[in-house]
């Protein structure tokens, strides 16, 4: 029974049959494990992108209101500039006609206290003989009146280049979702070939765009 030849070619049949499918049984592990990869690159780069555009939203509203706050503190210190001018001009109409009483009066209850040091220091000079320096044309005065101003248009304008930076972060991962779409797509049609050659290359396809996806993941910030 064991010389028959229906015995040895039917083992002949099992030994051949395995031997072909050993190659399918591995192109279908490496499909499983290319769509496994390119399914859960897929999701990340989409949970990125609604992270980013979340932080490019919270930054550009950041920034419209420090904008808001920095235009109300210019309008406060451009008060505050003609507050002091017309203080000036008055102390400097009651010296011109030698009204001291006028002129403690507007020291005492006109003059900002933050204007002091300057009025004092325009004082030594007239009383050295100098001219005072312009109220405009002082850099060290007009500097400290609108600080409160510059430093919120500065916060404003960080804000807004974090806000562009964040948007840019989204189009990248955008950009990668799409690479990791691709290689979804080039596994998943591998079942649809009989052939080995065409899924061969398939995975191929797969694989590649999927090494290039993950250096460029590598290198983009997390939100």
């Known amino acids: 029974m064991s010389n028959s030849p229906w015995s040895n070619e039917s083992a ?5 049959g395995g031997s072909r499918t050993r190659p399918g049984r ?8 290319l769509l496994a990869v390119a399914t859960v690159g897929s999701a990340w780069s989409a949970y990125q992108v609604s992270k980013w555009n979340g932080v490019e939203t919270d930054e550009a509203r950041a920034s419209a ?19 002091d001018a017309a203080t000036v001009a008055q102390y400097a109409s009651a010296a011109a006609g030698g009204n001291q009483d006028l002129q403690d009066f507007l020291r005492a209850t006109l003059v900002r206290p933050g204007f002091v040091p300057i009025f004092e ?18 850099e060290e005065y007009l500097g400290e009146i609108f600080a409160a101003s510059d430093a919120l248009d500065a916060e404003a304008g960080q804000a807004s280049l ?20 691709s290689a979804l797509f080039f596994a998943g049609i591998t079942a649809s070939f009989n052939n080995r ?27």
């Open 12 to 16: 002949g049949s099992k030994n051949s």
């Open 26 to 33: 591995l192109i279908e592990i490496i499909t499983v494990v």
């Open 65 to 83: 209101v420090l904008r808001i706050e920095s235009s109300r503190e210019y309008a406060l210190a451009t008060q505050k500039v003609s507050y």
């Open 121 to 138: 220091s325009w004082e030594a000079q007239l009383a050295a003989g100098q001219t005072p320096t312009n109220l405009l044309a002082d």
């Open 162 to 181: 974090r806000g562009e930076e964040a948007g840019a972060n989204a189009d990248d991962y955008i950009q990668l979702t799409l690479f990791f779409a």
């Open 197 to 223: 050659l065409p899924r061969i290359v398939l995975l191929l396809a797969s694989a590649t765009i999927l090494a290039f996806a993950g250096a460029l993941m590598g290198g983009y910030p997390i939100a």
